[in-house]
């Protein structure tokens, strides 16, 4: 499986943005599809995951109730929208899928989210 994020950028604090991961492989409905984050000078962290079908999903403390996983495994596309951004959600993205928890077998490269105040 091929893994390929996109929509990073720089947002104002507030603001909005959705990130997309395509990937590759038939086998995409059958993964867990999660999205993790590495800040500066930190290690990197779980976000926010979902399980094959779409019916659940996983959310780290930050991520509730600003942040939303969806998929589509028509499109083999994985969706993170972020809502209330705030300078702390500053970090590189990756997404991420596995058949099993924790959802790490395979990686995309990140893409970088930049939250000014």
């Known amino acids: 499986v091929q893994l390929q994020a996109s929509g990073g950028g720089l947002v104002q604090a507030g603001g909005s943005l959705r990130l997309s991961c395509a990937a590759s492989?038939?086998?995409?409905?059958?993964?867990?599809m999660g999205w993790f984050r590495q800040a500066p000078g930190k290690e990197r962290e779980f976000v926010i995951a979902?399980?094959?079908?779409?019916?659940?999903?996983y959310y780290a403390d930050f991520a509730k109730g600003r942040f939303t996983i969806s998929r589509d495994n028509a499109k083999n596309t994985v969706y993170l929208q972020m809502n209330s951004l705030k300078p702390e959600d500053t970090a590189v993205y990756s997404c991420?899928?596995?058949?099993?928890?924790?959802?790490?077998?395979?990686w995309g490269q990140g893409t970088q989210v930049t939250v000014s105040s």
């Open positions: 991420a899928a596995g058949p099993r928890w924790p959802p790490q077998a395979y």
């Open positions: 492989g038939r086998t995409f409905s059958g993964y867990i």
């Open positions: 979902i399980s094959p079908s779409g019916d659940n999903t």
